[in-house]
């Protein structure tokens, strides 16, 4: 098989695992995608999974992977907050919740990491379009803040929730307490009331 024929067969998927290969090419030599790697012509993104480095110059591509590459899972925590606007900072790490275990990844599209949650917690997220007609799942303003709240339990008092530099117009006109409050029911945590508590009183919500 040449080079030009797998790139043909594979290119529009994006990214790719190595059983979509199989199931394409059942005899598929995988030393092929050793050999692609060394010369440039493919990423390797984690074990199993690869790319074609043009993708690196597609806009929100880095996030698309991190749907596709640990999977089921959703971008939040800061990521979706940044992306928001509730916090001020840009986050270079793109983060994600998952039902799998807790894990990281480093490749050329950048740095991923994970964040372990329940079954019954994978919820409160919604495709978004890409600029390519795909589309990613991504957490929404109201989930990823109980997200990140429910998984760094140290956001529990005054000055470590003052610390986050929450936007203030944002918590006060543009969040959805309706649903903010239904998503924190499901979550059946005492503690996670607590710390909503005490967010909410520094915002006089």
Same mark, same amino acid.
């Given at each position: 098989m040449t080079y030009l024929e797998f790139r043909t067969q594979l290119f529009d998927l994006g990214c790719f695992?190595?059983?979509q290969v199989y199931a394409w090419q059942p005899d598929f030599d995988r030393n092929n995608l050793?050999?692609?790697?060394?010369? +440039?012509?493919?990423?390797?993104?984690?074990?199993e999974y690869f790319a074609f480095p043009e993708?690196?110059?597609?806009?929100?591509?880095?996030?698309?992977? %991190?749907?596709r590459i640990y999977r089921p899972s959703y971008i939040s925590?800061?990521? %979706?907050?940044?992306?928001y606007g509730l916090i001020p900072e840009a986050v270079v790490q793109i983060t994600s919740v998952s039902t799998l275990k807790t894990a990281t990844f480093r490749n050329p599209?950048?740095?991923?990491?994970?964040?372990?949650?329940?079954?019954?917690?994978?919820? +409160? =997220?919604?495709?978004r379009p890409m600029a390519d007609g795909r589309t990613l799942l991504f957490a929404t303003p109201e989930k990823a803040l109980l997200d990140l709240l429910y998984l760094y339990p140290f956001y529990d008092k005054e000055d470590e @929730?003052?610390? @986050?530099?929450?936007?203030?117009? =944002?918590?006060?006109?543009? &969040?959805?307490?309706?649903?903010?409050?239904? =998503? &924190?029911?499901?979550?059946?945590s005492k /503690?996670?009331?607590?710390?909503? /508590?005490?967010?909410?009183?520094?915002?006089e919500l």
């Amino acid at each position: 098989m040449t080079y030009l024929e797998f790139r043909t067969q594979l290119f529009d998927l994006g990214c790719f695992s190595i059983r979509q290969v199989y199931a394409w090419q059942p005899d598929f030599d995988r030393n092929n995608l050793t050999r692609w790697i060394k010369k +440039g012509l493919l990423v390797r993104l984690r074990q199993e999974y690869f790319a074609f480095p043009e993708y690196l110059r597609r806009p929100d591509f880095a996030q698309y992977i %991190a749907n596709r590459i640990y999977r089921p899972s959703y971008i939040s925590l800061h990521t %979706a907050l940044s992306f928001y606007g509730l916090i001020p900072e840009a986050v270079v790490q793109i983060t994600s919740v998952s039902t799998l275990k807790t894990a990281t990844f480093r490749n050329p599209f950048g740095e991923y990491s994970y964040k372990s949650i329940k079954n019954e917690l994978m919820f +409160g =997220y919604e495709p978004r379009p890409m600029a390519d007609g795909r589309t990613l799942l991504f957490a929404t303003p109201e989930k990823a803040l109980l997200d990140l709240l429910y998984l760094y339990p140290f956001y529990d008092k005054e000055d470590e @929730l003052m610390q @986050l530099r929450l936007d203030d117009d =944002y918590m006060q006109e543009e &969040l959805n307490w309706d649903r903010f409050g239904e =998503y &924190l029911g499901r979550f059946r945590s005492k /503690a996670l009331e607590r710390r909503t /508590a005490v967010l909410m009183k520094i915002y006089e919500l």
